[in-house]
């Protein structure tokens, strides 16, 4: 039985003591954004939360600068020009239980050329295949889900303390964690081997480094984080618009949380978040059934960051290796529209625990096509 419905089976977590210590990589608690802006999601501050205003009358970089309506969002779907050889397969919800499955399928990563605050080298439009499907978690892994799975109480946020909340204040190694202990309750291989850990889980446990149980995490039968490609082909559900419901609006003055009416209907930022997390599912899902991948908490993936665009190809990315950088999908509750953006690439060390971090865990289904 999986997270979402009663667990029974009890796991004892007070603390990991695990082998073969490697290097430890550095810490630190500074999200890089590849659209050229840095957010910072250290301890329990909550700090730095945009200013609200002024985008109507800032006057020109886009639409409602000048004070006139915003235009009602669309969105624009695959493929994209010069990609019509990629088929995309056909966007269905097909979700229960709390997880949704996904097809194998063509899709383009990456965003346009002209797309407002685009990261000129992080987001080069590549055509990638996902030869498995995938079972995705419908939303972020909740404080209830957590409570259970791991038998012990959820570390955070603060500010959205109901069961159905995210967890947050998770580092990387918690989530792994996490998809192991999931793993083993179902009778599945885990899909990491982390090294050198001390401390608690979900309070301060770090570990020098990770061994891979695999080539590839696509091919571990396991639960797991997303990898970069996933995480895109999950959040885009056919779409190449900015984000599932229409593309940014983009304003002049960067400095204040401007409204975004596509960014308005699907997820949590600085413009009507209230400066906190949310429970998951309150937003529109996007076509696969999928809640708050963009928005609301940010989320950890397998992947370490190389600060640079998909290679494209088939089935991308997907090693665990051995840096610290960790991609972080979507951006956070109080960040502004342009952060929020789909192909954006935010990462952070995987020690790092913030109010505004979070996951969900993934599996394929058939990692032997």
């Known amino acids: 039985m999986r997270i979402g419905a009663h667990l029974t089976v009890a796991l004892s977590l007070v603390s ?55 235009p009602k969002p669309e969105p624009r779907y695959h493929p994209p020009s010069g990609f019509e050889d990629c088929t995309h397969a056909e966007v269905t919800a097909d979700c229960e239980g709390g997880w949704c499955k996904l097809p194998p399928s063509c899709f383009v990563m990456g965003s346009s050329e002209d797309e407002w605050q685009r990261g000129k080298s992080t987001e080069n439009q590549v055509a990638v295949t996902l030869t498995h499907r995938l079972e995705v978690q419908e939303k972020e892994l909740t404080r209830a889900e957590w409570e259970s799975l791991t038998q012990m109480p959820p570390p955070g946020p603060d500010n959205c303390t109901d069961p159905n909340c995210p967890v947050a204040m998770v580092s990387w190694w918690d989530a792994v964690h996490a998809a192991n202990l999931l793993s083993t309750r179902e009778s599945l291989p885990a899909c990491y081997e982390p090294v050198g850990c001390t401390g608690t889980l979900g309070k301060d446990l770090e570990c020098t480094g990770v061994q891979e149980t695999a080539a590839k995490v696509y091919e571990c039968e396991g639960y ?56 998951g599912g ?9 809640y708050d991948l963009i ?36 951006p956070q509750y109080d960040d502004y529209n342009f952060i929020a953006r789909t192909a954006n690439l935010l990462s952070g060390p995987w020690n790092t625990r913030g109010i505004r971090t979070g996951f969900r865990l993934v599996r394929t289904l058939d990692p032997n096509p």
Request: glycine share 22%; charged share 15%.
């Open 282 to 290: 309150e937003l529109q899902s996007n076509g696969f059934g999928l």
């Open 16 to 70: 990991w003591a695990c082998s073969k210590p490697s290097t430890p990589e550095g810490a630190g608690g500074v999200l890089v954004s590849s659209g050229g802006r840095s957010t910072a999601d250290g301890g329990g501050a909550e700090g730095g939360r945009p200013p609200v205003g002024g985008s109507h009358e800032s006057g020109g970089g886009g639409p409602g600068a000048s004070g006139g309506a915003l």
């Open 295 to 330: 928005g609301n908490l940010g989320e950890w993936n397998n992947d370490q960051q190389h600060f640079s665009s998909s290679v494209g190809g088939e089935n991308p990315g997907g090693e665990v290796e051995r840096g610290s950088e960790r991609f972080r999908f979507s």
């Open 224 to 279: 797991r984080l997303p990898t970069r490609a996933e995480a895109e082909y999950a959040a885009k559900a056919g779409t190449i618009s900015t984000f599932y419901s229409g593309d940014i609006t983009p304003f002049q003055d960067t400095t204040v949380c401007n409204p975004d009416p596509a960014l308005d209907l699907i997820g949590w930022y600085c413009g009507n978040s209230g400066g906190k997390a949310h429970s």
